[in-house]
């Protein structure tokens, strides 16, 4: 086993892989920029090594400085966390030509999973169903109307050098497909320097669920069950969970079952996730993409299975067995997880940096919190304001759904904007409660939310209207009986009492236990 690992990364996924260090009893070794002096994921490490200023592109995504400070620390392996160099084929050849192990999969299967239309091309000689359309990029503004015209509107564009929704393009029409496929090429080749774009039918009303798959360096493939992560504003991610509302034991054989083909048919070895996209009417599955990295919500997969993914990672990566079997993983209950963002879901969740000046964070039975933050942390403009997942698991999904709803009660950050407030209103959402969660659900969540908003300020208007009636009335009252009273040489009444004291006391003691 190794002794000591540096984490390539910050934030809550840093801690969360030193968590999973410590109890290995592996040291730790903490890489930061100037902005991250201190950073809990410095505090937490046992040793850290400053390898530049704030932006990324200077500090953590500067692969040369992370493996010096690797060298320099003696760690033997490199844990990378999600994004920055988490996908970077080359950081891989560079960390092993340090000799220094790279802990995830081997660089042929990042490259390959890395292109989209490759990925699909291995996809279907796995034997897997994939969306429909093409294994190869577009050759022209013809070609795509041609290729469109044979698949049927409406159709997605897609870089193939892209992933997650990135540069991606709905086609309703012939009219549109000819300025869709040149302003899809640019945004390609602005934003991963390659301009090949692929064409795709598009699936209608369909929800995104992802497979966890696991794979040793023996050649034990197994699955971990689906994640339901279909919640998503701008193809990021704001809710997900374990199970899907949708599956069912059936569902989950057969998508775990593909998983296992196309991980096997990329010779995969560590944690990966392929995403598929599923039908909510006919519930058929077409493969979307392969993830290789540890992924931002496999805490939800960790409550329902029991496993400890990073555990498993480090262990995989120094050559020893998966220490389960397909057939030892159980699935018990239901957990939820919310991503947490220094965001203000009141002004079109704009990013509220800052300083954090309280923090309270819910705990009690059956409720994580993986935080990457402290009263008196500083967020950072310069990365992803994402402070914490707060997930919660229960027997029922109605009853982690109950837990979730406690423990967002309980969550108190003062100093930033976050977006808990847009979480306790999604928990008691209707259409959420009851797991209607296709791709559209975050629009008509807004709708019903701007629309509930409006109603609530009417409400108030009416509310304040009877209050000032209802006062005038007691007011004059009142005069008239002190005027009587005045009258009547009574010396006795007693001062006017305040009396609706109580209860703005106990809105005021309300208003701070949500406060942000
Ligand atoms: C699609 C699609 C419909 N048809 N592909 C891909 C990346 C993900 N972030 C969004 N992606 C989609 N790909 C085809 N062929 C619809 C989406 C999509 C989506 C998928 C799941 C959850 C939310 C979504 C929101 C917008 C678009």
Redesign the pocket.
């Known amino acids: 086993m190794f002794r000591k690992i540096l984490i390539a990364n910050r934030g809550e996924i840093a801690v969360r892989v030193m968590r999973a260090c410590r109890e290995l009893d592996i040291a730790t070794v903490a890489v930061y920029s100037e902005a991250d002096a201190s950073a809990l994921h410095v505090r937490l490490a046992d040793e850290a090594y400053l390898i530049g200023p704030a932006p990324s592109a200077e500090s953590y995504l500067r692969s040369e400085r992370i493996i010096e400070a690797a060298r320099a620390s003696g760690a033997e392996a490199i844990h990378p966390g999600y994004g920055f160099l988490a996908e970077n084929a080359e950081f891989a050849r560079a960390c092993a030509a340090a000799g220094i192990v790279f802990i995830g999969p081997s660089p042929e299967a990042m490259e390959l999973m890395g292109s989209k239309t490759n990925a699909r091309r291995a996809a279907i000689a796995a034997g897997a169903p994939v969306?429909p359309?093409t294994t190869e990029a577009l050759r022209s503004a013809d070609d795509a109307r041609a290729t469109a015209a044979r698949f049927g509107y409406p159709v997605?564009l897609?870089a193939a050098a892209g992933?997650?929704?990135k540069g991606?393009r709905l086609v309703a029409t012939e009219a549109e497909i000819a300025s869709a496929f040149e302003a899809a090429q640019s945004e390609a080749l602005a934003a991963f320097g390659d301009a090949s774009v692929y064409l795709?039918?598009?699936?209608e009303r369909?929800?995104?669920i992802e497979i966890q798959i696991f794979a040793d360096a023996d050649g034990h493939t197994v699955h971990l069950g689906e994640r339901e992560?279909?919640i998503?504003r701008r193809?990021q991610k704001v809710i997900e969970e374990c199970p899907s509302p949708i599956g069912d034991a059936g569902l989950r054989a057969r998508m775990g079952a593909s998983a296992i083909e196309i991980a096997r048919a990329a010779s995969y070895v560590g944690a990966g996730t392929i995403e598929f996209?599923v039908s909510d009417v006919s519930r058929e599955f077409y493969f979307?993409e392969m993830n290789t990295r540890l992924q931002v919500e496999h805490p939800v997969t960790e409550l329902v299975t029991g496993i400890d993914l990073v555990r498993e990672q480090i262990t995989v990566a120094a050559g020893q067995p998966l220490s389960f079997t397909q057939e030892e993983i159980e699935w018990r209950g239901h957990a939820i997880e919310c991503r947490v963002y220094a965001e203000d879901p009141d002004n079109n969740f704009l990013p509220s940096p800052g300083r954090i000046t309280t923090l309270r964070v819910p705990a009690g039975p059956n409720v994580r919190d993986d935080g990457g933050v402290y009263a008196g942390a500083e967020v950072s403009i310069y990365y992803d304001p994402m402070i914490s997942k707060l997930a919660a698991w229960g027997r029922t999904r109605d009853e982690a759904i109950q837990r979730m709803r406690r423990a967002l009660a309980e969550y108190t950050v003062g100093g930033i904007k976050t977006t808990l407030p847009f979480f306790r209103e999604i928990t008691r959402d209707a259409e959420f409660i009851a797991g209607q969660l296709d791709?559209g659900f975050i629009e008509r969540f807004n709708v019903r939310r701007a629309a509930a908003k409006a109603a609530a300020r009417d409400a108030n208007t009416d509310e304040a209207v009877n209050i000032n009636r209802d006062l005038a009335i007691i007011v004059a009252a009142l005069a008239h009986t002190t005027n009587k009273q005045a009258a009547a040489g009574d010396k006795q009444t007693p001062a006017a009492q305040p009396l609706s004291a109580w209860r703005i006391t106990g809105r005021t003691a309300q208003h701070r236990s949500h406060d942000q």
């Open positions: 969306v359309g997605m897609k992933g997650g929704g991606m795709e039918k598009a699936v369909p929800r995104h992560c279909s998503q193809h996209l979307l791709t």
